[in-house]
């Protein structure tokens, strides 16, 4: 380490955007004002503009910079430059702490950091699966490899970070019980995030905010909505708002349903500015960790409507009105409809500001996230 009180964080994940970014910008973000030094080691074929102001408002936190190359998606032999070009990185950075992040984020975190330790070079390896390779199914090949390979990287690992209990979960399910130490650090919220948006006149019943990709549920939104235009008796309006490959494919789907002009779509943006579009936010994803796009809208105060997948009902609770079973677009417009006509039904479903602030704040994640990165060091 620099000294005593300093660490050197490195933070690998393979996409820059969407939760996984988030998570890593306010722990760079916390982590810098505590005086310590991070970067970031990430992929350079995905993310376009929005992404990049994301960069440059996170660059003053990162002293050991950002390096970005291309990391694939899928598993290919192409991982194999991805991890030498890591290695050589890595090596020059001299981190103390290499967190790896996501399932790409996590091989390269612990093998690489394995390399260094047969130099004898002192790092802690540290992984947050985020969902990632926790989405793949025990019953199929390319998952039976996939939880094999995290099974052989537990040998390399000081500790798993989950970012909720039914990830934790999960993984002992369809993994095993791990190897090594684990925890449970929930995602937090900037204390610059907690406030009403207000919703401005140009602003629409409900939106849809994140990756336009099946798992994340953009179609399940778009049924959802003709249900809940059906129920209410009158047309509504909505916002799809968000990147990713199958844009397309959405905008002929919202076409064929005859919802060109009541259903919008708008690239990336801030999600300050997403939020003064829609006071009500639906996450109809068919998968989920511990979303970051939930915690932001209750933060903002908005109304949200959830699939009751992955970590969310641990901030909504188990029992919430507003959680629908996945992939149920009647269900989840029957509950749209409710929200927008039942003036009180936020009110009685969502939490309330002070228990969620409490439970979900950033400055406690990266405490935690800090204690955990000594606690492992010193055990080397």
Known sequence: MADAQTLRIVHCFRSPIGGIFRHVRDLAELHSAAGHEVGILCDSSTGGAHEDRLFDQIMPFLKLGVTRFPIGRSVGLKDMAALAESYKLIKELQPDILHGHGAKGG???????SLLRVRRYRVARLYSPHGGSLHFSRRSLSGRGVFMAERILERMTESISFVCDYERTTYETKIGKPHCATTRIYNGISERDFGRIPVTEDGVDFAYIGMLRDLKGPDVFIDAFAEAERLVGRPLSGLIIGDGPD????????????????????????IAQAFALSDIVAVPSRAEAMPYIVLEALAAEKTVIASRVGGIPEILGSDSEALVEA????????????????????????PTADAFRSRFSAVVMAREAEALYRAQLARI
Request: a positive charge; zero cysteines.
């Open 247 to 270: 844009l397309e494919r959405y905008q002929r789907m919202v076409e064929q349903k005859g919802l060109g002009r009541r259903i919008g779509f708008r690239p990336a943006m801030p």
């Open 327 to 350: 992939g149920r677009a009647d269900l989840f417009g029957a509950v749209m409809a409710k929200a927008l006509t039942d003036p009180s039904w936020s009110k009685r479903t969502m």
């Open 107 to 113: 091989v390269i975190a612990r093998l690489i950091g």
